[in-house]
């Protein structure tokens, strides 16, 4: 028998219905025979061929549980990186890892930082934990690390930094990382987050693998999900502290990594010729679209990942989401970044060939309506 005041049905813990849920980019154009879908950061030239075949014949053995320990695709990180694999840890998309980092350090009562315009898993990764949120402002749509500075507390056990920064492009400089690590508490965690790492033409850039190396609270995630074109197989791994590796390998799932991704990231990391290959078209392409809108009279954030961030002031006469509505009409699939707080502006990854040169023309011609009335 219940009393009154004990409810008639599960109830989740207390901030759970709080949390806002993730909303991906739109994927389609009802009605449209041809899309362009350049709102996730997809890699245009798709996986490696290699990684295609070892998917497929991953197919012949469904039956049979991945290996829990993923060694083999651990020891491929590590010769590919030059890293121990024993602190290698992989997880289904590098998400699974930043939820296991918050759930692992941060609960009720402790606070986690991120910034203005940070990746919106960390946000969810530290409610979800039962943590609270703790927002540091940018300066120039780029991390500050004074600002983060000036967030910590007695009470703070993770900082999540996303460098190259999603949506905005921008990154912390390796000399920034440091200063902002070297003066935090010794209990905080510092994880850096280079899901595009890959793409980074950056002499002053550090993807964090020396900081992991060097201090025993810093964390570096990564992915498959972008460069390496495996986004629908779900595989990220991290290099961390033995201690953290330990933690993490506590509470992860046992086989959170399937049969099929491990095959196909160890055949990824082998074809680095595909990997130069996305490389060099990102080269080329992100400087040919930053220059192309910026042609247009449009501001472009710098960016050194594989998307720009486009910008739309009202006060100009322009819409974000005018531009949007013109651009999916075209069949041209851009992400609004409104859930970011930049409600003025879009995302767009770098894509095809003919995807980019019909974006630039497709915002040429919403420029002369939105400008010309």
Same mark, same amino acid.
């Given at each position: 028998?219940?009393?009154?005041?004990?409810?008639?049905?599960?109830?989740?813990?207390?901030?759970?219905?709080?949390?806002?849920?993730?909303?991906?980019?739109?994927?389609?154009?009802?009605? *449209? &025979?041809?899309? +362009?879908?350049?709102?996730?950061? =997809?890699?245009? %030239?798709?996986?490696?061929?290699? @990684? #295609?075949?070892?998917?497929?014949?991953?197919?012949?053995?469904?039956?049979?549980?991945?290996?829990?320990?993923?060694?083999?695709?651990?020891?491929?990180?590590?010769?590919?990186?030059?890293?121990?694999?024993?602190?290698?840890?992989?997880?289904?998309?590098?998400?699974?890892?930043?939820?296991? *980092? &918050?759930?692992? +350090?941060?609960?009720?009562?402790? =606070?986690?930082? %991120?910034?203005?315009?940070?990746? @919106? #898993?960390?946000?969810?990764?530290?409610?979800?934990?039962?943590?609270?949120?703790?927002?540091?402002?940018?300066?120039?749509?780029?991390?500050?690390?004074?600002?983060?500075?000036?967030?910590?507390?007695?009470?703070?056990?993770?900082?999540?930094?996303?460098?190259?920064?999603?949506?905005?492009?921008?990154?912390?400089?390796?000399?920034?990382?440091?200063?902002?690590?070297?003066?935090?508490?010794?209990?905080?965690?510092?994880?850096?987050?280079?899901?595009?790492?890959?793409?980074?033409?950056?002499?002053?850039?550090?993807?964090?693998?020396?900081?992991?190396?060097?201090?025993?609270?810093?964390?570096?995630?990564?992915?498959?999900?972008?460069?390496?074109?495996?986004?629908?197989?779900?595989?990220?791994?991290?290099?961390?502290?033995?201690?953290?590796?330990?933690?993490?390998?506590?509470?992860?799932?046992?086989?959170?990594?399937?049969?099929?991704?491990?095959?196909?990231?160890?055949?990824?990391?082998?074809?680095?010729?595909?990997?130069?290959?996305?490389?060099?078209?990102?080269?080329?392409?992100?400087?040919?679209?930053?220059?192309?809108?910026?042609?247009?009279?449009?501001?472009?954030?710098?960016?050194?990942?594989?998307?720009?961030?486009?910008?739309?002031?009202?006060?100009?006469?322009?819409?974000?989401?005018?531009?949007?509505?013109?651009?999916?009409?075209?069949?041209?699939?851009?992400?609004?970044?409104?859930?970011?707080?930049?409600?003025?502006?879009?995302?767009?990854?770098?894509?095809?060939?003919?995807?980019?040169?019909?974006?630039?023309?497709?915002?040429?011609?919403?420029?002369?309506?939105?400008?010309?009335?």
């Amino acid at each position: 028998m219940t009393s009154s005041s004990t409810p008639d049905r599960p109830v989740p813990r207390p901030g759970i219905l709080a949390i806002e849920p993730y909303v991906p980019g739109k994927s389609g154009a009802p009605g *449209l &025979a041809k899309i +362009y879908k350049l709102s996730s950061n =997809e890699t245009p %030239l798709g996986p490696s061929p290699q @990684a #295609v075949a070892a998917l497929g014949q991953a197919a012949g053995k469904l039956e049979l549980y991945p290996d829990g320990s993923v060694s083999r695709l651990r020891a491929a990180l590590g010769a590919a990186f030059g890293l121990d694999a024993n602190r290698i840890v992989c997880g289904n998309g590098s998400d699974d890892l930043l939820h296991l *980092l &918050a759930m692992a +350090y941060v609960g009720p009562g402790d =606070e986690g930082i %991120l910034t203005e315009h940070g990746f @919106a #898993v960390y946000k969810i990764a530290i409610l979800a934990s039962g943590g609270t949120p703790v927002i540091a402002r940018e300066t120039k749509l780029t991390a500050d690390v004074d600002a983060i500075l000036a967030c910590v507390t007695d009470r703070t056990r993770i900082v999540y930094i996303a460098n190259p920064n999603n949506p905005t492009g921008t990154f912390l400089p390796a000399s920034e990382i440091a200063r902002l690590h070297a003066a935090l508490p010794k209990n905080v965690l510092l994880v850096l987050d280079g899901a595009y790492s890959e793409y980074v033409r950056r002499p002053d850039y550090s993807d964090g693998t020396d900081m992991v190396r060097a201090h025993n609270n810093v964390v570096m995630t990564r992915t498959f999900s972008k460069i390496f074109g495996l986004a629908s197989l779900r595989l990220g791994w991290c290099y961390a502290p033995a201690e953290v590796c330990d933690a993490l390998n506590r509470i992860r799932g046992p086989f959170n990594v399937n049969g099929g991704a491990l095959e196909a990231g160890i055949a990824s990391l082998a074809d680095v010729a595909h990997l130069e290959k996305a490389v060099a078209h990102n080269d080329r392409w992100l400087a040919w679209l930053t220059a192309e809108l910026r042609a247009l009279d449009l501001q472009v954030t710098p960016s050194v990942a594989n998307f720009v961030l486009i910008h739309f002031p009202p006060a100009s006469g322009l819409s974000a989401a005018a531009a949007d509505d013109f651009l999916t009409r075209r069949g041209l699939i851009l992400r609004g970044v409104g859930s970011y707080g930049l409600p003025d502006a879009l995302r767009l990854t770098v894509g095809s060939e003919d995807a980019n040169r019909l974006v630039v023309d497709g915002l040429r011609d919403y420029l002369k309506v939105a400008r010309n009335g």
